[in-house]
């Protein structure tokens, strides 16, 4: 059997080269679901730079060995075993022709290669390769390779791989075959085939430098009506990417292909994209304005990956975030230059407070529980659980940094500088950051901090100021996270903070800033102050009246802020701020504190009130006409359910839930009139468009919709949601209908919803991704004194269209109850902490990648209230008892300790 469940921790420092190099590879494939012989001849030589190795251990996994060849010669100094190969004898420079067969129909892990839907996929990233082929499973490992594949031709008429197609043809006995080869060197993680019955949406198109590119979408036949998108969302990105960086396509073809049966998002593979058909099939009848936004984002992220990870690659996993962190950071750009330019401060800050809100709700709540890490880990057990939001979203924050400390010249010059130095090289994150500090002449040792120390950092300001000299001071103290048990055991230093702050007057105005020592006010009224101490003072001279500090706008850097806000101060933020971000950020501060106050006697069993300052300030932001619909709706929306449990001393679920939906009914009484009208304006009549403006429009709506549904006489939001469910032409309409009738059957106890949810189910029974929603709105609904969640999500488990096997469909129904419906998840009777044990444990049996996802969702347990923390710490040490991969057995181990 193989070796999954070996638990060696792998450590940073001992970084060593590989001992040989593997020049080219040459894979033959002959397809068939139950056995596939894969034949790979390796060209290697010892790597010059790695000590002497007496023997070559190739890794392998689920592989058996039929036969090996040394220079064309029967080769038998090797002994196979369950981790792979070790071979001996070996010259200096050699050909390695290795026979081994696979059982991709039979393999649940979707990582190597498996069947889904009828078809071959490969998923190599991390360490997937080796469960195909014998090999030296690392990213510094580069190679140019040469790929045939052989299959029966009606059963799998497409055959796919990485690069250029050199030839294709027919073979005796109805099969035939493909050669396919890529002319750029690569580790083997990014190697990819497809086989199988698919279609294509096709485009050819001329890049910045004239030459033309295939580009295409393969799909099965029943979806090619939702690949549009996809296509649009690929030429965007292409564009983007030759503009903004001066990046081109390096390849003659490239092709997205989509399957249902996918780990994560998607994958860059060399010139074969893989994607979840979640991040691909998009349109107006199946998917909502997020899923369009999705698609546009994750298409834009693999593409842009074809630099940034595939021509500069990774020297080891420990360096995930120089490609993921900065990946990201670039979908995140190209998405906000797609809504807004460069210069629609509106639009873009839409796209930046969804980034940050999601950084904050997860990476920070990552940063403060048993997985803390940081950006750069030191050291994992199973690197699957290091594709995280730290190394994913801080990592991105980590760049933007760079970005706001230099401009987006200076950043340019950086990565001009990075691809010149790298270009086909296997590299560090200090490797980026050198080439953005020599760039741009800065030294940047400081900097570094941010790669190697984990915890969320917290700034506190104070400010003076002094009527008689007109000066104004802030004084910034940085404080570390906490130290978690992966750092190295040196002390956490200041690190370099980019702060950006203005300074506003009585009237809401922007004040010029002069800092003392200066001849002049800055142009900007924005000024990135550099923190690099742990406590520093700056003075702005020729300040008139005290002003009001607008900090850390754009949240230029991933950290706290602690700052003593009136009410009032924060209400005039959010009316006045010219920073979008801010406002948003004053109305979020603003809620989060009535929110927890309230949560704080929700808890005690004290009776609740509402302060009215508070909701006058909301009806401020839902009746100004000058913001748009995106923005009022982002500013509107309450802090999450989670992140509020999270800000306690103890996460009381039950009692945020009574406290959030209290807020809720108040606003939804206080301004029923408003919500209507913002219901009204909102329509969105005739055909569909996934433009932001539209689709901001309808997330407000729903917004309104959602309030509405709050008050007690429900008779109105029942009538509203109905004929929109009736006459939605797009999901979106239809979606946010549904929930709306779900929540009032929740509320009353009734069955408003039965007949939608039948309706929709009967709809769509033969579109997955929308079945997907189906099972979603069901389990992420509130609970009632009738209705216990985890019910509904126990029968909805005997479903005939539920299937563990299919990560969506698993995402769908039990991650959503265990990650997304906490007040019913965390049930004072354990009832959903007993769940979660059971399907952690069966999900382990046939997926551990997913599995382990799923166990992260109790991890946080310390932090519970005493009667909550017992039952989650019972259902962590079952799973520990139980659990078979190093993957579920990492994290709950993590917890326990
Ligand atoms: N590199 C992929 C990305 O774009 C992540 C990924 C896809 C992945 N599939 C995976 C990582 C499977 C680990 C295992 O972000
Ligand atoms: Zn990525």
Same mark, same amino acid.
């Given at each position: 059997?193989?070796?999954?469940?070996?638990?060696?921790?792998?450590?940073?420092?001992?970084?060593?080269?590989?001992?040989?190099?593997?020049?080219?590879?040459?894979?033959?494939?002959?397809?068939?679901?139950?056995?596939?012989?894969?034949?790979?001849?390796?060209?290697?030589?010892?790597?010059?730079?790695?000590?002497?190795?007496?023997?070559?251990?190739?890794?392998?996994?689920?592989?058996?060995?039929?036969?090996?060849?040394?220079?064309?010669?029967?080769?038998?100094?090797?002994?196979?075993?369950?981790?792979?190969?070790?071979?001996?004898?070996?010259?200096?420079?050699?050909?390695?022709?290795?026979?081994?067969?696979?059982?991709?129909?039979?393999?649940?892990?979707?990582?190597?290669?498996?069947?889904?839907?009828?078809?071959?996929?490969?998923?190599?990233?991390?360490?997937?390769?080796?469960?195909?082929?014998?090999?030296?499973?690392?990213?510094?490992?580069?190679?140019?390779?040469?790929?045939?594949?052989?299959?029966?031709?009606?059963?799998?008429?497409?055959?796919?791989?990485?690069?250029?197609?050199?030839?294709?043809?027919?073979?005796?006995?109805?099969?035939?075959?493909?050669?396919?080869?890529?002319?750029?060197?690569?580790?083997?993680?990014?190697?990819?085939?497809?086989?199988?019955?698919?279609?294509?949406?096709?485009?050819?198109?001329?890049?910045?430098?004239?030459?033309?590119?295939?580009?295409?979408?393969?799909?099965?036949?029943?979806?090619?009506?939702?690949?549009?998108?996809?296509?649009?969302?690929?030429?965007?990105?292409?564009?983007?990417?030759?503009?903004?960086?001066?990046?081109?396509?390096?390849?003659?073809?490239?092709?997205?292909?989509?399957?249902?049966?996918?780990?994560?998002?998607?994958?860059?593979?060399?010139?074969?994209?893989?994607?979840?058909?979640?991040?691909?099939?998009?349109?107006?009848?199946?998917?909502?304005?997020?899923?369009?936004?999705?698609?546009?984002?994750?298409?834009?992220?693999?593409?842009?990956?074809?630099?940034?990870?595939?021509?500069?690659?990774?020297?080891?996993?420990?360096?995930?975030?120089?490609?993921?962190?900065?990946?990201?950071?670039?979908?995140?750009?190209?998405?906000?230059?797609?809504?807004?330019?460069?210069?629609?401060?509106?639009?873009?800050?839409?796209?930046?407070?969804?980034?940050?809100?999601?950084?904050?709700?997860?990476?920070?709540?990552?940063?403060?529980?048993?997985?803390?890490?940081?950006?750069?880990?030191?050291?994992?057990?199973?690197?699957?659980?290091?594709?995280?939001?730290?190394?994913?979203?801080?990592?991105?924050?980590?760049?933007?940094?760079?970005?706001?400390?230099?401009?987006?010249?200076?950043?340019?010059?950086?990565?001009?500088?990075?691809?010149?130095?790298?270009?086909?090289?296997?590299?560090?994150?200090?490797?980026?950051?050198?080439?953005?500090?020599?760039?741009?002449?800065?030294?940047?040792?400081?900097?570094?901090?941010?790669?190697?120390?984990?915890?969320?950092?917290?700034?506190?300001?104070?400010?003076?100021?002094?009527?008689?000299?007109?000066?104004?001071?802030?004084?910034?103290?940085?404080?570390?996270?906490?130290?978690?048990?992966?750092?190295?055991?040196?002390?956490?230093?200041?690190?370099?903070?980019?702060? &950006? =702050?203005?300074?506003?007057? #009585? /009237? !809401? *105005?922007? +004040?010029?800033?002069?800092? %003392?020592?200066? @001849?002049?006010? $800055?142009?900007?009224?924005?000024?990135?102050?550099?923190?690099?101490?742990?406590?520093?003072?700056?003075?702005?001279?020729?300040?008139?009246?005290?002003?009001?500090?607008?900090?850390?706008?754009?949240?230029?850097?991933?950290?706290?802020?602690?700052?003593?806000?009136?009410?009032?101060?924060?209400?005039?933020?959010?009316?006045?701020?010219?920073?979008?971000?801010?406002?948003?950020?004053?109305?979020?501060?603003?809620?989060?504190?009535?929110?927890? &106050? =309230?949560?704080?006697?929700? #808890? /005690? !069993? *004290?009776? +609740?009130?509402?302060?009215? %300052?508070?909701? @006058?300030?909301? $009806?401020?932001?839902?009746?100004?006409?000058?913001?748009?619909?995106?923005?009022?709706?982002?500013?509107?929306?309450?802090?999450?359910?989670?992140?509020?449990?999270?800000?306690?001393?103890?996460?009381?679920?039950?009692?945020?839930?009574?406290?959030?939906?209290?807020?809720?009914?108040?606003?939804?009484?206080?301004?029923?009139?408003?919500?209507?009208?913002?219901?009204?304006?909102?329509?969105?009549?005739?055909?569909?468009?996934?433009?932001?403006? &539209?689709?901001?429009?309808?997330?407000?709506?729903?917004?309104? +919709?959602?309030?509405?549904?709050?008050?007690?006489?429900?008779?109105?939001?029942?009538?509203?949601?109905?004929?929109?469910?009736?006459?939605?032409?797009?999901?979106?309409?239809?979606?946010?209908?549904?929930?709306?009738?779900?929540?009032?059957?929740?509320?009353?106890?009734?069955?408003?919803?039965?007949?939608?949810?039948?309706?929709?189910?009967?709809?769509?029974?033969?579109?997955?991704?929308?079945?997907?929603?189906?099972?979603?709105?069901?389990?992420?609904?509130?609970?009632?004194?009738?209705?216990?969640?985890?019910?509904?999500?126990?029968?909805?488990?005997?479903?005939?269209?539920?299937?563990?096997?299919?990560?969506?469909?698993?995402?769908?129904?039990?991650?959503?109850?265990?990650?997304?419906?906490?007040?019913?998840?965390?049930?004072?009777?354990?009832?959903?902490?007993?769940?979660?044990?059971?399907?952690?444990?069966?999900?382990?049996?046939?997926?551990?990648?997913?599995?382990?996802?799923?166990?992260?969702?109790?991890?946080?347990?310390?932090?519970?209230?005493?009667?909550?923390?017992?039952?989650?710490?019972?259902?962590?040490?079952?799973?520990?008892?139980?659990?078979?991969?190093?993957?579920?057995?990492?994290?709950?181990?993590?917890?326990?300790?």
């Amino acid at each position: 059997m193989a070796d999954s469940t070996s638990s060696t921790v792998i450590h940073r420092a001992d970084y060593a080269p590989p001992p040989f190099l593997i020049d080219t590879v040459t894979l033959e494939f002959d397809l068939a679901p139950a056995c596939t012989t894969v034949t790979s001849t390796l060209r290697m030589r010892r790597n010059p730079d790695a000590a002497r190795a007496g023997q070559l251990e190739l890794a392998g996994e689920q592989l058996e060995f039929v036969s090996a060849a040394l220079d064309g010669a029967p080769y038998t100094a090797l002994r196979a075993h369950e981790h792979g190969l070790t071979l001996e004898h070996l010259p200096d420079a050699f050909e390695l022709t290795l026979v081994g067969r696979c059982n991709p129909g039979q393999n649940t892990t979707l990582s190597g290669l498996y069947v889904s839907g009828g078809n071959f996929f490969t998923q190599c990233e991390a360490e997937g390769f080796h469960r195909i082929t014998w090999f030296l499973d690392r990213p510094d490992v580069m190679s140019a390779y040469h790929v045939t594949l052989r299959a029966d031709k009606a059963a799998y008429p497409v055959l796919l791989s990485n690069g250029n197609l050199l030839e294709t043809g027919d073979l005796p006995d109805g099969r035939h075959f493909a050669r396919w080869e890529d002319p750029f060197r690569k580790p083997c993680y990014l190697f990819a085939l497809v086989a199988g019955k698919l279609v294509a949406l096709e485009e050819r198109i001329r890049s910045r430098s004239g030459q033309t590119k295939l580009l295409q979408v393969w799909v099965e036949p029943q979806d090619l009506d939702k690949t549009r998108h996809a296509m649009d969302s690929l030429i965007h990105a292409i564009r983007w990417d030759e503009t903004r960086f001066g990046l081109e396509l390096d390849l003659e073809r490239f092709m997205i292909v989509a399957v249902s049966d996918f780990n994560m998002g998607a994958m860059e593979n060399k010139g074969l994209n893989i994607f979840n058909t979640k991040y691909v099939l998009a349109n107006p009848e199946t998917a909502t304005d997020t899923d369009f936004a999705h698609v546009e984002a994750v298409v834009g992220h693999e593409y842009f990956h074809n630099w940034t990870g595939n021509r500069v690659t990774c020297r080891d996993w420990f360096q995930l975030s120089l490609k993921e962190g900065l990946t990201v950071f670039r979908d995140q750009e190209f998405s906000a230059d797609m809504a807004g330019g460069e210069h629609n401060a509106a639009a873009r800050a839409t796209k930046r407070i969804e980034d940050v809100r999601v950084l904050r709700q997860a990476q920070f709540a990552e940063d403060a529980g048993p997985m803390a890490h940081p950006v750069r880990p030191e050291s994992y057990t199973e690197i699957n659980n290091f594709y995280t939001m730290t190394v994913y979203e801080k990592g991105a924050e980590v760049v933007r940094m760079y970005q706001t400390l230099f401009g987006r010249e200076g950043f340019r010059r950086g990565m001009d500088l990075y691809f010149q130095r790298h270009d086909g090289q296997a590299v560090t994150c200090d490797d980026f950051r050198h080439a953005l500090a020599d760039a741009n002449q800065r030294d940047l040792t400081q900097f570094e901090r941010w790669y190697s120390q984990a915890g969320t950092p917290r700034v506190t300001v104070d400010t003076h100021y002094d009527a008689a000299t007109y000066r104004y001071s802030v004084s910034l103290r940085q404080q570390p996270g906490p130290q978690t048990p992966d750092a190295a055991a040196r002390p956490l230093e200041p690190l370099l903070i980019p702060f &950006a =702050l203005g300074l506003i007057d #009585a /009237r !809401g *105005a922007d +004040l010029p800033l002069r800092l %003392a020592g200066e @001849a002049h006010a $800055a142009a900007s009224t924005t000024r990135v102050l550099e923190l690099t101490e742990a406590e520093q003072t700056f003075v702005f001279e020729d300040i008139a009246a005290r002003p009001l500090p607008s900090l850390l706008r754009n949240f230029s850097a991933p950290v706290i802020v602690a700052y003593d806000y009136s009410v009032d101060e924060l209400a005039f933020l959010l009316a006045h701020d010219s920073d979008p971000f801010n406002r948003w950020e004053a109305g979020q501060r603003l809620a989060t504190r009535e929110l927890l &106050a =309230l949560a704080g006697q929700a #808890a /005690r !069993g *004290a009776p +609740l009130q509402l302060d009215d %300052a508070f909701s @006058a300030a909301f $009806a401020r932001v839902l009746n100004d006409a000058t913001l748009t619909p995106a923005f009022r709706e982002l500013a509107l929306m309450l802090p999450s359910e989670a992140y509020l449990a999270e800000q306690m001393a103890e996460s009381n679920p039950a009692a945020v839930h009574q406290a959030r939906q209290f807020v809720r009914q108040r606003l939804a009484h206080e301004l029923r009139n408003e919500w209507r009208v913002a219901y009204e304006h909102n329509r969105t009549p005739g055909p569909y468009a996934a433009t932001p403006e &539209a689709a901001g429009q309808r997330a407000l709506k729903h917004l309104a +919709l959602s309030y509405l549904a709050e008050l007690d006489d429900t008779a109105d939001a029942e009538r509203l949601a109905r004929a929109q469910y009736a006459e939605a032409n797009n999901m979106t309409d239809r979606a946010a209908a549904l929930v709306t009738l779900i929540s009032l059957a929740a509320a009353s106890g009734g069955t408003q919803a039965e007949a939608a949810l039948d309706d929709f189910y009967r709809r769509f029974e033969n579109q997955p991704l929308v079945i997907d929603k189906w099972f979603a709105v069901q389990a992420t609904q509130r609970g009632s004194a009738t209705r216990n969640v985890i019910d509904v999500v126990r029968k909805l488990m005997t479903h005939p269209a539920f299937n563990l096997k299919n990560p969506n469909r698993a995402r769908s129904l039990i991650f959503s109850f265990c990650m997304a419906n906490p007040a019913q998840f965390h049930a004072a009777d354990g009832s959903g902490y007993a769940f979660w044990a059971e399907q952690v444990i069966a999900l382990d049996a046939l997926n551990p990648q997913v599995a382990a996802r799923l166990a992260r969702s109790l991890e946080l347990w310390r932090r519970f209230t005493p009667v909550l923390r017992e039952g989650m710490h019972a259902a962590l040490e079952k799973v520990a008892a139980q659990a078979k991969s190093r993957d579920v057995r990492e994290i709950v181990e993590k917890a326990l300790k």
